[in-house]
């Protein structure tokens, strides 16, 4: 017969090996989680409508963080609109951010300058979404 000791001993291993296992189970699930499998933003779509393009980047590509970076934080800038003239005839690019790659969550429209030369961009960002499509 095993003594109390012993029995306490004896179920004390179990309960560390156990925890142990537990802590390596873990481990491996939170260092294989993609970045994107915390419910973060996952693709982004932009269109043309006047040329009738369209494109995708996942939110592993490269090109989705520049993109990113050249629209800017939503919330920030000015709401001083440009003059109509510049958005009447111009192109206009919609770029819209998915989350899940099915729920919008952010909605970008380009406007760049008519004068090829110029450089100059005028964004409109909705980040409310599907709330409304107001925005700066």
């Known amino acids: 017969m095993r003594g ?27 260092w294989g989680a993609s970045a994107a499998s915390a419910g973060g933003p ?3 779509l932009v269109v043309s409508p006047q040329s009738m393009e ?3 980047l996942y939110q ?4 989705y963080g520049e993109l990113e970076r050249l629209l800017g934080e939503a919330g920030t800038g000015t709401r001083d609109k440009p003059p109509e003239a510049t958005l009447i005839g111009g192109r206009q690019i919609n770029v819209t951010w998915m989350v899940h790659d099915v729920s919008p ?13 110029s450089g100059e961009v005028w964004i409109h960002t909705a980040a409310t979404l599907p709330q409304s499509v107001n925005g700066y």
Do not use: I, N, Q, Y
């Open 4 to 30: 109390l000791g012993e029995v306490r001993k004896g179920r004390c291993r179990e309960l560390a090996a156990l925890a142990g296992a537990l802590a390596v189970v873990f481990t491996l699930m939170v």
């Open 42 to 44: 996952t693709s982004v």
């Open 54 to 56: 369209t494109a995708s």
């Open 105 to 117: 969550w952010r909605v970008d429209r380009v406007f760049p300058s008519p004068e090829a030369d």
């Open 60 to 63: 592993s590509d490269e090109e």
